[in-house]
């Protein structure tokens, strides 16, 4: 009991400390570790190609594995917190982060690469869900920790767009493992100054980390995970079918299993709260009808019109102003009015910036695009930080690891179904285009795989017949992404009216909580 009360007497004094503002400054910087790292492997694919030679199932396995594992692991990883202490998991993890980005940037082959992917996802599973739990335990006044969620989910957004920019300047004067390498200082920061400025804190009464509810948890969501992407590039097989049916048969059995033991890893009682429910389900759908214009976007941007990555990087930025912006003022904004009116009016915001992509042509002026990614930015702002609040807000501090989880999990799920649906929607209209006659069938074979393999393809052709090749292609890429965004639109309006329902009378608190 000495040590209960210790604990609480330090969370209570980091609480109405001045210095809870500067170890926040010390999350935000593990945000930053984890968003900028998960944008700066596209760039790097080109190069790491060239100087590696994986072959084509080596490189999806590249892109892939570190999402596959932190997807399986974030679960198990938020409950783990709560057990030996949040502090202690992100210290350790963003030392383990910044050790594997080395053998990341240093990787000799494929089969190293795929390695050093993987234990990245291990390590970065760590992070995201102790930033929030922490944040949970160390703002005790809902006001505070509502801006304390927005100024987290502003740096994560920020990351999101600066590391393509600090990604392709790296890229365009040192080599590919530059982009990796950035880890190492804000690691180094995160660390010696959290082991100084960071409180501790954990479930007193977590009871033992059940290793089985643990192999459940990652074997049934990399399985679905891995299904759903496969489908979107290779359509359904008997492979899918087997990694669908084990990933469905395993999250049956770990949700059984989590209802009868007296400590799970996931207590299945948070869903009977509608608020956290609504929230997780909207941040789901929100990320699914988002992860279409976020995965296709760059290569509008680089290979129908023509902008270097840089140049790519910097017309994406609008989006994570708006959502500065919005996100360190959405707390207020929420009580003042509602939080079913912020979330539901942030999800419409981002359905009519996705409507008006629809209108997107190969010559589109950047005004119309940087207005869309400007509303897509200031709608998700509102709706991610007050939908994080209400997650955070809707369950004992004690669980704040797990409840973080969940709700990092909804954001993957919700990605790899995006990408998987939505992708199948612009692929499937992009492999319908006609080559032009005459074009031999290896090279119209190669352009039919990719916009990336036209490219590449019409460099083999005479200028003429490549140009229109080229041409035809782009043309097919961007009707598949015009409707892939109406799709979007479509999902993100009936998300703002489901969010509007199960959102009904939810409030964020304004008296300190203890």
């Given at each position: 009991?000495?040590?209960?009360?210790?604990?609480?007497?330090?969370?209570?004094?980091?609480?109405?400390?001045?210095?809870?503002?500067?170890?926040?400054?010390?999350?935000?910087?593990?945000?930053?570790?984890?968003?900028?790292?998960?944008?700066?492997?596209?760039?790097?694919?080109?190069?790491?190609?060239?100087?590696?030679?994986p072959s084509g199932t080596q490189l999806l396995w590249i892109g892939d594995v570190y999402s596959f594992v932190i997807a399986g692991l974030l679960v198990s990883m938020g409950s783990l917190g709560d057990r030996i202490g949040r502090k202690k998991l992100l210290l350790l993890g963003a030392t383990a982060f910044g050790a594997v980005s080395v053998l990341n940037a240093y990787a000799t082959s494929p089969e190293m690469m795929i390695l050093a992917r993987a234990l990245l996802g291990v390590a970065g599973a760590t992070l995201m869900p102790s930033t929030l739990a922490l944040i949970r335990n160390i703002f005790h006044d809902p006001r505070e920790r509502s801006l304390a969620i927005g100024i987290w989910g502003a740096t994560a957004s920020a990351g999101a767009a600066v590391g393509p920019v600090v990604g392709g300047f790296l890229l365009e004067h040192f080599w590919w493992g530059s982009v990796f390498l950035i880890?190492?200082?804000?690691?180094?920061?995160?660390?010696?100054?959290?082991?100084?400025?960071?409180?501790?804190?954990?479930?007193?009464?977590?009871?033992?980390?059940?290793?089985?509810?643990?192999?459940?948890?990652?074997?049934?969501?990399?399985?679905?995970?891995?299904?759903?992407?496969?489908?979107?590039?290779?359509?359904?097989?008997?492979?899918?079918?087997?990694?669908?049916?084990l990933g469905a048969g395993t999250l049956y059995a770990f949700i059984r299993r989590q209802l009868t033991l007296p400590s799970p890893l996931l207590d299945m009682r948070l869903f009977r709260h509608r608020g956290f429910s609504g929230a997780v389900l909207a941040d789901l759908l929100t990320v699914f009808g988002l992860s279409g214009l976020v995965f296709f976007l760059s290569q509008f941007l680089q290979l129908v019109q023509g902008r270097s990555p840089l140049e790519a990087g910097l017309a994406e930025l609008p989006a994570a102003v708006g959502a500065v912006v919005t996100g360190l003022i959405a707390g207020v904004v929420a009580r003042r009015y509602s939080v079913r009116s912020v979330v539901s009016g942030g999800l419409a915001a981002i359905a009519l910036a996705l409507g008006t992509l629809t209108m997107l042509g190969q010559h589109t002026g950047y005004p119309l695009m940087g207005a869309a990614l400007l509303a897509v930015g200031l709608g998700a702002g509102f709706s991610f930080t007050v939908t994080a609040d209400v997650i955070l807000s809707s369950v004992p501090k004690e669980q704040a690891g797990s409840a973080s989880a969940v709700s990092e999990t909804a954001y993957e799920l919700g990605a790899a179904l995006g990408i998987a649906l939505l992708g199948s929607i612009v692929t499937g209209v992009y492999a319908g285009f006609r080559v032009p006659a005459g074009t031999p069938a290896d090279i119209a074979g190669a352009a039919h795989e990719s916009l990336g393999g036209a490219v590449e393809a019409s460099r083999a052709l005479p200028s003429e017949g490549g140009a229109e090749l080229l041409g035809a292609a782009q043309d097919a890429f961007v009707e598949g992404l015009r409707l892939a965004s109406g799709v979007g639109a479509a999902v993100l309006l009936a998300t703002a009216v489901a969010a509007w329902f199960l959102l009904r009378g939810q409030k964020l608190a304004d008296g300190v909580s203890h």
């Open positions: 009991m000495t040590g209960t009360t210790s604990l609480r007497a330090a969370e209570r004094t980091a609480a109405k400390s001045p210095g809870r503002w500067i170890a926040l400054s010390v999350l935000v910087l593990a945000v930053l570790l984890v968003a900028v790292d998960a944008t700066v492997l596209g760039l790097a694919t080109p190069f790491l190609s060239e100087d590696l030679k880890n190492l200082p804000v690691m180094a920061v995160l660390v010696l100054v959290g082991v100084r400025l960071l409180p501790e804190s954990k479930n007193p009464v977590a009871g033992p980390w059940d290793l089985l509810s643990v192999a459940l948890s990652l074997v049934g969501v990399v399985s679905v995970v891995y299904a759903v992407k496969e489908v979107a590039t290779s359509g359904l097989s008997w492979e899918v079918a087997v990694a669908a049916t």
